[in-house]
């Protein structure tokens, strides 16, 4: 049997588009996806990561899995069609079809609902004894534990700037009325053993870990016992967490003492309105210069996300946030339009208010206006988000961001200059024509 596991990727964040290597870290649906293979079948695996490069229109596959998320889910239907004319069976999963299955199935043999870990090696069982079914469902007893490691021999090294991604934890118990991620799989946390995890971790050449996980501290009980384990491995470790990271103070101690170099923290908003809108009450902008402090005083450089087009905003708060910013020195910023993901309470509230004005979805990557702000115009958020982004990323303003902390890591000069900085500066160019181009994919119309 052969496979081919594919992840299709949006024009920005394509290799050919503006989101370069030092932003690119391993991805794990597809190594993880291709390790959970049964021995049995004898299978040939292949990825294709569209971000790192191309995907072939002459792959000699049995069946194809294809990842999408929302933003990626009109070229993942793309490409599904082309295989399957061309042959091939194709099973699609993720985020977005988890959300859409109904859609989804009209470009795929199969769709995979929710987590795959257990029904996938099920489906490629029942493909190759030709009962496959239309879609598979996540298990009831649904567990990341147990887990062989991701099949990272399949990536090419070279076109990351890491592959050293790790997952510890799963899920949020935020209520974000914006997070895709709780609208698919719920609220549930799922948790690897600690010591499955540091294991893997053991194995890894290199001193960098990353966790992609969207909140490695959802449980606090369970990152203490992480990072308490994570010491005596003396490496430099990089993650997502909530801007609450500081307030237990053991578990800071034990994020520092771990070797913690990085955090992710969606800051979303400089104003409190703005967090209100959102429903992360987590956020307290008051706190903002306290908790960057404390991060920068223990070595902790901050990829800071901020998301424009909240109700409260008009055309002022683009350059009041990177202004912010600035005067914050946050390491490397990086700015997103709020974005009514469908399953979502905020797609909800706006399809309810006749405001969702894009219904293609590639046009759905955090970058673009897809709804009718309340207090500007759609091209005034676009133009605003650009000019922010084009802002921040002066080498002025870099070098003042980074003029205070001490020895930055170095990761972070390399992100700011080589990864951020050509991403703002080629913003600009990826307008509805670029993201919804897929003429690229040859399909049986065409």
């Known amino acids: 049997m052969k496979i081919s596991l594919l992840a299709p990727a949006g024009a920005m964040h394509r290799y050919s588009g503006s989101f370069k290597k030092p932003l690119h870290y391993a991805p794990l649906t597809l190594t993880t996806l291709a390790a959970l293979i049964p021995d049995d079948l004898e299978a040939e695996v292949e990825i294709y990561d569209e971000t790192a490069g191309v995907i072939p229109k002459d792959l000699n596959a049995d069946i194809i899995g294809i990842t999408a998320i929302t933003g990626t889910s009109e070229r993942a239907y793309c490409w599904a069609d082309y295989y399957r004319h061309r042959g091939a069976t194709v099973v699609l999963g993720g985020v977005h079809p988890t959300l859409m299955p109904k859609e989804a199935a009209q470009h795929a043999d199969t769709v995979m609902v929710g987590f795959t870990e257990q029904t996938w090696p099920r489906m490629l069982r029942d493909f190759k004894s030709g009962v496959l079914k239309k879609c598979y469902y996540q298990n009831s007893d649904f567990s990341i534990a147990g887990r062989p490691p991701p099949r990272r021999d399949l990536l090419k090294r070279k076109r990351y700037v890491t592959l050293n991604s790790v997952e510890a934890i799963r899920g949020c118990h935020l209520p974000c009325i914006f997070c895709a991620y709780p609208a698919a799989f719920g609220r549930n946390i799922y948790k690897r053993p600690v010591r499955e995890v540091i294991e893997e971790i053991e194995m890894l050449k290199g001193k960098e870990v990353l966790f992609p996980d969207i909140n490695l501290i959802a449980d606090h009980e369970y990152a203490r016992e992480l990072f308490r384990e994570m010491v005596p491995l003396k490496k430099w470790w990089f993650g997502l967490t909530t801007s609450d990271v500081t307030k ?49 005083d223990a070595g902790i450089a901050i990829n800071g996300c901020f998301a424009f087009g909240g109700d409260d905003e008009d055309a002022s708060v683009f350059e009041r946030t990177t202004e912010e910013v600035i005067r914050l020195k946050i390491d490397l910023p990086r700015y997103s339009i709020l974005t009514p993901f469908p399953g979502t309470q905020l797609y909800r509230e706006f399809e309810q208010q006749g405001r969702i004005i894009e219904r293609d979805w590639a046009m759905y990557d955090v970058e673009h206006c897809v709804f009718r702000p309340k207090q500007m115009t759609q091209e005034d958020l676009e133009e605003g988000i650009d000019r922010a982004w084009k802002e921040t990323y002066s080498i002025v303003n870099i070098v003042k961001r980074l003029a205070t902390f001490g020895t930055p890591h170095f990761a972070t000069i390399p992100a700011n200059f080589f990864g951020y900085r050509t991403y703002a500066r080629k913003f600009g160019r990826f307008g509805r024509s670029v993201m919804t181009d897929n003429s690229d994919i040859e399909t049986k119309e065409g």
């Open 248 to 296: 237990d103070k053991e578990l800071f101690n034990l994020i520092v003492q771990s070797g913690c170099r990085g955090l992710l923290i969606g800051f979303e908003s400089i104003t409190q309105n703005t967090q209100k809108f959102v429903k992360k009450g987590i956020n307290n902008v008051s706190n903002y210069d306290e908790l960057i402090n404390k991060l920068h």
